[in-house]
């Protein structure tokens, strides 16, 4: 599927280093998502392009981690980030799920959290095989 958020889209909420020059990888992972976990008939395409905007936001933070303060001397630097937090990792991610009203965001980072792993199992008649 086509990405919903366009590259300057995504720059209006977030501040992207010039480390980051291209944006296509973090919008296609957060169109993955949201078109396979964001399936609530209660979510219209602009909902959808919302909740795709927050997340796309969310992996270039992680990518290009926030700062959470500095100090100039002696010089020291701290990082937004920690770990086992998934989709709350960053304030991107934190609103996604809140743009999200369907709740899909937030059981998926559950699941994440929970360490639960889907998956599927299907048996195959020998005749049809």
């Known amino acids: 599927m086509a990405a919903r958020v366009t590259a300057d889209e995504v720059k209006a909420i977030i501040e992207v280093d010039s480390s980051v020059d291209d944006l296509t990888p973090f919008i296609h992972v957060a169109n993955k998502i949201v078109s396979s976990e964001c ?4 979510l219209d395409s602009d909902d959808k392009k919302e909740i795709e905007r927050w997340l796309a936001a969310h992996f270039v933070a ?3 981690m926030r700062k959470a303060s500095e100090k100039a001397g002696p010089v020291a ?9 998934n989709l709350q990792v960053t304030m991107y991610g934190q ?5 999200d009203t369907s709740g899909a965001l937030a059981r998926l980072n559950k699941q994440a959290q929970d360490g639960v792993r889907h998956a599927s199992l299907y048996t195959i008649d020998p005749e049809d095989a």
């Open 62 to 64: 992680i990518r290009d």
């Open 77 to 85: 630097d701290s990082n937004q980030y920690k770990l086992g937090l």
């Open 39 to 42: 399936t609530d008939s209660s």
């Open 95 to 99: 609103q996604a799920m809140i743009v």
